[in-house]
């Protein structure tokens, strides 16, 4: 190994007191003492105003020539540094004659304001230029102090251009050091100073007349930014791919291009400030297309028109920003119908502009991905501005047909690119895919302004689909996340107004409604693709899934809903005939998915039964046993002694529960099987003693007479349905079946001795007590033949339950 460099030793303490903070104290002490100097001849009385100018202006020469005198003779080549002497006493020097020039306009008055800002302007740009010689202290200093100056010197009339010519001055001399020493953090510092100037013009612009000057400040400072972090580092080859982005750059033409909204504003969306913002934008764009490092440079030109338009003739600008505006009022501003005629046409100018370009780039540069998504999102979003601005929330045909012209264009333009551009080429999936994005987005905006009585989500739940189905004759990857996109598009369009149709045009006709529709539609469509997808596995794939089951579990939900409530889609759900079709829907489902998971093994589709499975036990345990028990709440069940609310509510999900017990298989969670099973016996036996309450009291059970009859049938229904688990669970050979069978026998035991004892007498005591020994020895002989004659067999399946 070739031996380690050694490091630089660390200064000692006794170096950075002689070296270091000696210098830049005595500069300070220079400083100070002619200051005092100046002090000390006011209080004396020794000189007149103009002789204390003269000397501090003396002494600024001095401190400055002696720091050059001293560079050349004894500090040849050496530059920078925390303590070199030459650049300590050029700062002394510089700081001088700026307290001297602004002494003798503000207190003095020997100066006008004019002069006054041009001497200032003169040691700041003398200050940067001596940065070259003396280092980056020496830089730094002069552009602070450049930028300050006019801030020390104030004038009744201010004139704009003097501002904006200064300011570029500025940011030209600062720039010019920076390419000379290759400082990059000069440059960005004088960027940053360039975009706080652009500001500082714009509060003191004081009408449209000042248009000129900001237009010419923005353009040619945007010019010097280009040069300076693009054209002049990267050569110019749209064909080479870029190792890596140039954040920082991008970023900085960006800033410069904001600039433009405040020319707009100022500007009065003139046709100055309008071609100034398209200029602009339009580099943007082609500096990103010739220049691939800064490719990302093209989003912000897309979003310098998009912005621009959204801001047409809403008050932004400095001037309007009093406090009496509220942002409320600027944003129905933003919304309002635009009184310029030049709207519509500003419009389509920035969107040939962006989306020829766009595709320009796409086609020649490896920049391509960011160029065709501006050359994409920007007619899209202008679209979408006009019609807000002009026509929101109308069926607008002139609108529909730009969209679907719109759709055309993209898909035409995805076709050529289709063609040209080879395969393997930097960027051409991405290309394909934001044009392809553009096509269905289009087509859905058109679907949003032309579709309406609840259309909506059928056409966008019919385009996911398409786009799917195309996606099999054209496999491109992203169309199955451009289907998705829809998707969830569809969804939300649903959210925001889920009767379809709104309430008050949604009817009292069951099923056959626009609900039917407006939500199965889109679930099979999301079906549809999900199914198409299915050899692809991916994440697409399984939302789409996901999607499918959940849509039609609320598709079911709402249908049910409606009818239950005569209409009333926003009527509460809080009755038991409502929720015992929802408790249905939610086990059907579980049992559903859990039969395709075995066919697809997919899964979604097992945690989907799972979720199903867990809320149909929720609903069945809180509300049926409890909260909406016709015992308790007094809802009628119905005059069938079968067939009636109580066989819907209890013994069909109980039917349900003890299938998905059963059929669980191994693959779902034993607690999920244990809780399923327990569930369906608890539903069972309330089923079971709920129907012999409503034998005697139907159709409200919430009565409080019980007669002795009924008490006894209680003790034989009990019994029964104890030797019918009993009998069950030898069939099946389940031991959690006969235990169970065993639960409610001691309950019925339970009752027998501790209710019917005291609560019958005569013959119904005696029938009591006859029936329940009748059973137990039934049910001990039963368990004698049959254990005897299944002997090993009668031990436990591992895979029953």
Not at 244 to 253: E, G, H, K, M, S
Request: charged letters at 10%; one cysteine or more; glycine letters at 10%.
């Amino acid at each position: 190994m070739p031996p380690a460099v050694p490091g630089r030793p660390r200064a000692s303490l006794e170096e950075r007191i002689g070296t270091r903070w000696a210098v830049w104290v005595g500069g300070l002490a220079l400083v100070l003492g002619g200051v005092f100097l100046v002090r000390y001849s006011i209080e004396a009385g020794l000189m007149t105003p103009a002789a204390r100018v003269i000397s501090g202006a003396l002494l600024a020469i001095a401190l400055v020539g002696g720091g050059e005198w001293l560079r050349r003779k004894h500090m040849p080549g050496e530059t920078g540094g925390p303590a070199y002497i030459p650049g300590v006493l050029t700062l002394a020097g510089t700081t001088t004659a700026f307290a001297t020039v602004f002494v003798a306009h503000a207190l003095y008055g020997l100066v006008g304001p004019g002069l006054a800002f041009l001497l200032l302007a003169a040691v700041a740009l003398l200050t940067l230029a001596a940065s070259v010689l003396h280092g980056p202290a020496v830089a730094s200093y002069g552009l602070l102090a450049s930028y300050v100056i006019p801030f020390l010197v104030s004038s009744d009339q201010p004139a704009l251009w003097p501002l904006a010519i200064y300011g570029l001055f500025v940011s030209l001399a600062a720039y010019g050091v920076a390419r000379l020493r290759l400082w990059r953090w000069l440059a960005l510092a004088a960027a940053g100073g360039a975009f706080f100037w652009g500001h500082v013009l714009a509060y003191a612009s004081s009408g449209p007349w000042d248009a000129g000057a900001l237009a010419f400040y923005n353009l040619a400072i945007f010019a010097m930014a280009a040069f300076v972090f693009v054209t002049s580092l990267y050569p110019r080859d749209p064909g080479a791919g870029a190792d890596r982005q140039d954040w920082p750059a991008a970023l900085v033409l960006f800033l410069h291009a904001l600039l433009a909204y405040y020319l707009l504003q100022v500007g009065e969306f003139g046709t100055l400030s309008v071609a100034v913002l398209a200029i602009i934008a339009v580099t943007l764009m082609v500096v990103a297309s010739e220049w691939p490092v800064v490719a990302s440079a093209a989003v912000g030109g897309s979003a310098l028109m998009i912005l621009g338009y959204l801001s047409w003739e809403v008050p932004l600008s400095p001037t309007d920003l009093a406090p009496f505006v509220s942002a409320r009022d600027r944003v129905s501003l933003a919304f309002s119908n635009p009184s310029a005629e030049a709207f519509p046409t500003v419009g389509v100018a920035f969107a040939l502009l962006s989306g020829g370009i766009g595709l320009w780039g796409t086609l020649r540069s490896t920049g391509r991905p960011a160029l065709a998504a501006a050359g994409v999102a920007t007619p899209l979003a202008l679209l979408g501005i006009a019609y807000f601005r002009v026509a929101p929330f109308e069926t607008s045909m002139f609108f529909g047909a730009l969209a679907l012209v719109l759709a055309a264009a993209f898909l035409a333009a995805l076709a050529f690119l289709d063609r040209r551009l080879p395969d393997g080429a930097s960027g051409r999936e991405a290309a394909l895919a934001a044009y392809t994005v553009g096509t269905v987005g289009a087509i859905a905006m058109g679907m949003s302004i032309l579709l309406q009585d609840g259309w909506l989500p059928v056409g966008l739940a019919l385009l996911a689909a398409g786009t799917v189905w195309v996606r099999q004759k054209w496999p491109l990857p992203a169309l199955s996340w451009v289907a998705l996109g829809v998707a969830v598009l569809t969804c939300l369009v649903i959210a925001y107004d889920p009767t379809i149709v709104g309430a008050d045009r949604l009817g009292r006709t069951p099923v056959f409604n626009a609900l039917l529709y407006g939500y199965g539609v889109p679930t099979l469509a999301f079906a549809y693709c999900a199914w198409q997808l299915r050899d692809a596995r991916g994440v697409p794939q399984q939302a789409f899934e996901a999607l499918a089951m959940f849509s039609a579990l609320v598709t079911l939900a709402v249908l049910i809903h409606h009818a239950m409530n005569g209409g009333a889609f926003y009527a509460p759900a809080d009755t038991l005939g409502e929720w015992s079709l929802h408790t249905l829907v939610l086990l059907s489902g579980s049992l559903a998915a859990q039969r395709l998971d075995g066919i697809s093994g997919s899964p979604v589709l097992a945690k989907g039964s799972l979720a199903f499975g867990v809320l149909g036990f929720l609903s069945a345990a809180g509300l049926h046993l409890f909260s909406l028990n016709p015992l308790f709440s007094g809802e009628p069940v119905g005059g069938g002694i079968l067939f009636n609310l109580l066989f819907v509510a209890y013994l069909l999900p109980a039917v349900l529960l003890a299938a998905i017990a059963r059929w669980a298989g191994p693959s779902r969670p034993d607690w999920y099987r244990q809780l399923a099973g327990w569930l369906a016996g608890a539903m069972m036996f309330a089923w079971i003693s709920l129907e012999v309450r409503a034998f005697f009291h139907r159709p409200n059970l919430d009565v409080f007479a019980t007669s002795a009859a009924e008490l006894y049938t209680y003790s034989a229904a009990w019994l029964l349905f104890g030797l019918a688990l009993l009998v069950v669970g030898f069939r099946w050979q389940s031991r959690m079946i006969r235990l169970a069978s065993g639960i409610f026998v001691l309950a019925a035991v339970a009752k027998v001795f501790l209710f019917d004892m005291a609560g019958l007498d005569g013959a119904w005591r005696a029938l009591s007590f006859i029936g329940l020994g009748a059973v137990l020895i039934g049910i001990g002989l039963i368990y004698q033949r049959l254990l005897m004659r299944q002997g090993p067999a009668a031990e436990e399946k591992p895979q029953a339950v």
